[in-house]
């Protein structure tokens, strides 16, 4: 146990002395740490606001949020209990303490431990929601931290459930069946539940509200149980405050008999979890991006690049992969996803500037998909550099899909939203003009970053630095655009985004121009910006 | 050919490659020998035109970084780098399509036959092992035909069968009058075929045999080599066991 101790102790030591290497990072965290502590103090010190508490929101929408969170673990952790398993363990775990002679059972409480910790981590993000629970269920900052615990308590719960599951399941479909059924029946007995609410008072929202505080519902494992703890705190209940935690380790603690029972070789049954996850850090790392274990189908028709020659055969592979990835080409997923999104956003607000609004939002959006875009990925393997054609050829040939995607994107979502709110059609197209620019521009910013800092930067500096600089470049084309909104006459107003649309064309040609030949100037790297 | 005059390869504070001087003429098959951190990878990556550094490279009179000598460059890394989202076929296409190869399909093929990857022309490169991506990595660098070949470290992770095809396919390659320049660790696996030999350590090119003048000595490669590796730390042995920098 001494040897697990001492790893535990020395792992915590050295990441902390590591931050002294990554000083963007020790800012970020000192920064997480102050704006916490602020937030608590400053609840600590806040006088009680009762003239508000009329408005304040009903506490019932809090246990359905908790409720729902709790359901989406729940059937996250049991799927992937039932594909991979879980893990509380990391690689050099499995290759150091695995073989070594010490009791499987204390290198599980070691794993617990470890994985305890992480939760912690993991889920002090939830702090941050303090604000928007204080205004609108005035909780105070005990209960923020109640929050915070329940919250860390069922990402745990869930890893040990998707262990026991796997351990339970693996390799016997007849036992998953078992328990797929148990996961289908809790959903549809929920759902029937809400449908029974519904039928007596006619309003769903109220329906699902009165299901998440229900009595009944707060039986059902990891969902229902937190609920529990959350009322039973509001409400002053201790008894059930008790239950709801009781309910949580005694499950937890049964869940460890399991998994230990007998020799306890569970070894072989988190092997397959811990490469997984070992592979998607690994892919972090490195800056690639993990996509899920979708298989990719070849279909007969869609084999081979077909077309191009020189640098330009870079543009049609990417259309190949492009259209591996959705039938649709340049529309996918994130297509539809961000068209809903927006959709929804001009449906509900009601305001004249909807459709700045939602401009705004997509281009910061924007900003990171087109930053880790194809052009990225390209830089990090060497045929861009190799092959024997001109640099601002091969630089444009492989930004060319990320630049006509986010003009088709535009078009979409801003005709789906010309449609809902009613405006012009020529408003609507001058938006997606400005939002495909944005994509050029921010296509351009990675060039200009490749250009002068070199690819080997760390990245959680370059995306703050890279959002400082962008703001910097993009300032004058968004104050032009705001001048412009304000002197024209309305029936002109549909050329508002204009000037930000030609100061983004402007820069990126600018940019292309100075950094045509940044393939020979820059250096490959196996980690992306 | 390779002549590399001067080259110094830093990053940051690091030296990489220290003044670097080397010549490989064509048909000859130049190794580059090393221990981990010696600077051999920079220095191919370098000639690559994958790395920014100082001094003067060029293949076959011209500067690495122009378009006539990715021409007659063929790069083969240690780590292969394939597309996930292309098969290995199309792979083959990539390469033929930007290098404007014609006639890159029946070549791509016998390269294929060779190394027993004609049945698996459909899958895509994320389904592969990593001895068989490697396969595709060599495909890839040879089917330019290129005039100088740069092999880092490529017999790692190849099944017996590939690494007797790379063997033969490098001594057909050398006989056709293409300059190899192949870094390795493993002094075994390329006895039968090296030229020269370049010792590299803390970025130097500390030692430079031809096989002749080994065959002619009666010196053992091993045994200079270890001479001068476990030697490093006291430069005056390295001067004494034929320092050629």
């Known amino acids: 146990m001494r040897g697990l101790i001492y790893l535990l102790l020395t792992i915590m030591k050295n990441r902390l002395l590591s931050l002294k290497k990554k ?186 509200l009165d299901t998440a505080d229900s009595k009944l519902f707060q039986m059902v494992p990891l969902a229902g149980w937190a609920a529990m703890f959350i009322k039973a705190y509001i409400e002053k209940d201790l008894l059930f405050l008790i239950i709801g935690l009781g309910l949580f380790i005694l499950a937890s603690i049964l869940i460890i008999l ?71 080409i340049f529309v996918d997923s994130y297509t539809i996803m961000v068209t809903l999104g927006a959709g929804a956003l001009s449906y509900f607000v009601n305001t004249d500037f909807v459709g700045y609004i939602i401009l705004g939002t997509l281009v910061y959006i924007l900003f990171f998909f087109t930053i880790m875009g194809k052009l990225t990925i390209e830089l990090t393997k060497p045929f861009i550099y190799m092959i024997p054609d001109k640099s601002i050829k091969k630089l444009l040939a492989a930004s060319l899909t990320n630049i006509i995607k986010p003009y088709i994107d535009g078009l979409i979502i801003f005709g789906v939203v010309g449609l809902i709110t009613g405006t012009s059609p020529l408003l609507n197209i001058f938006f997606a003009l400005a939002y495909g620019s944005s994509a050029m521009l921010f296509i351009s910013f990675t060039i200009l970053s490749q250009r002068f800092l070199g690819g080997q930067l760390n990245k959680v500096v370059l995306f703050m630095f890279g959002m400082g600089l962008l703001m910097l470049i993009i300032s004058p084309g968004i104050i032009a655009s705001i001048v412009a909104v304000s002197l024209l006459p309305e029936s002109f107003l549909f050329l508002g985004t204009l000037p930000y649309t030609l100061w983004c064309l402007f820069i990126s040609g600018v940019a292309f121009l100075i950094c045509g030949n940044l393939l020979d100037q820059t250096e490959l790297s196996d980690k992306p910006i | 050919m390779i002549t590399i005059n001067n080259l110094t390869k830093r990053y940051g504070t690091f030296l990489a490659n220290d003044g670097v001087n080397l010549e490989v003429k064509p048909g000859e098959v130049s ?50 780098a394939l597309y996930d989202m292309l098969t290995i076929w199309e792979h083959m296409e990539f ?22 990857l004609d049945d698996k022309k459909n899958k895509l490169g994320s389904e592969l ?56 660790h493993m002094l075994d696996s390329v006895a039968e075929f090296w030229d020269s030999t370049n010792i590299m350590m803390q970025g130097k090119i ?19 080599f270890f001479s001068i590796t476990e030697k490093s730390k006291n430069p005056t042995d390295s001067k004494e066991a034929g320092v050629n920098a």
Not at chain 1, 50 to 59: E, G, K, R, S, V
Not at chain 1, 66 to 74: D, E, P, R, W
Not at chain 1, 305 to 319: C, D, T
């Open chain 2, 31 to 80: 190794i580059l020998l090393g221990p981990n951190g010696a600077g051999k990878s920079t220095l191919i990556k370098c000639i690559a035109g994958l790395l920014k550094h100082q001094g003067e490279i060029l293949i076959c009179g011209q500067k690495n970084k122009s378009i006539l000598a990715k021409q007659y460059l063929g790069y083969i890394p240690e780590m292969p």
């Open chain 1, 23 to 208: 000083p963007a990072i020790l800012v970020i965290y000192i920064l997480c740490a102050l704006s916490i502590i602020g937030m608590l103090i400053a609840s600590t010190f806040m006088p009680a606001d009762t003239t508000t508490l009329p408005n304040l929101a009903d506490i019932r929408i809090l246990y359905g949020v908790v409720a729902g969170i709790g359901l989406i673990f729940g059937y996250t952790f049991v799927n992937t209990g039932l594909s991979t398993g879980g893990t509380l363990f990391t690689m050099s775990d499995v290759s150091l303490l695995f073989v070594s002679p010490v009791s499987p059972i204390r290198i599980l409480i070691y794993g617990l431990i470890k994985q305890l910790g992480t939760t912690f981590l993991t889920s002090i993000f939830i702090l941050f929601q303090y604000v928007n629970l204080k205004k609108s269920f005035n909780i105070s900052g005990t209960g923020m931290l109640f929050i915070f615990f329940i919250y860390g308590i069922m990402i745990f719960f869930g890893q040990l459930l998707s262990i026991a599951v796997y351990v339970y399941t693996n390799g016997n479909s007849k036992k998953k069946t078992i328990i797929r059924s148990i996961v289908y029946l809790i959903f549809i007995g929920i759902a029937f539940f809400v449908y029974q609410n519904y039928r007596l008072n006619g309003d769903i929202l109220e329906s699902l």
């Open chain 2, 95 to 116: 390469i033929g399509r930007a290098y404007k190869l014609k006639d890159w399909e029946s070549r791509a093929n016998q390269l294929f036959e060779r190394l027993e």
């Open chain 2, 206 to 224: 500390v030692a430079y045999r031809t096989r002749a003048e080994i065959e002619s000595t009666g010196e053992n490669l091993e045994e200079l």
């Open chain 2, 129 to 184: 092992s990593k001895g068989m991506q490697q396969k595709v990595s060599l495909c890839c660098g040879l089917l330019p035909n290129p005039k100088v070949l740069l092999f880092d470290e490529p017999l790692v992770g190849l099944d017996p069968h590939a690494i007797k095809e790379l063997k033969n396919l490098i001594i057909e390659y050398r006989n056709e009058g293409t300059a190899i320049l192949l870094s390795t």
């Open chain 1, 258 to 328: 399991m998994i230990t029972a007998g020799e306890a070789d569970y070894y072989e049954d988190v092997l397959l979890s811990t490469e997984i996850n070992y592979n998607k850090l690994q892919a972090a790392k490195e800056g690639k991006i993990t996509k899920t274990k979708k298989k990719i189908k070849l279909r007969k028709n869609e084999l081979g690049i077909q077309k191009g020659n020189g640098a330009n055969v870079l543009f049609y592979k990417h259309l190949l992969e492009a259209k591996r990835s959705s039938r649709l």
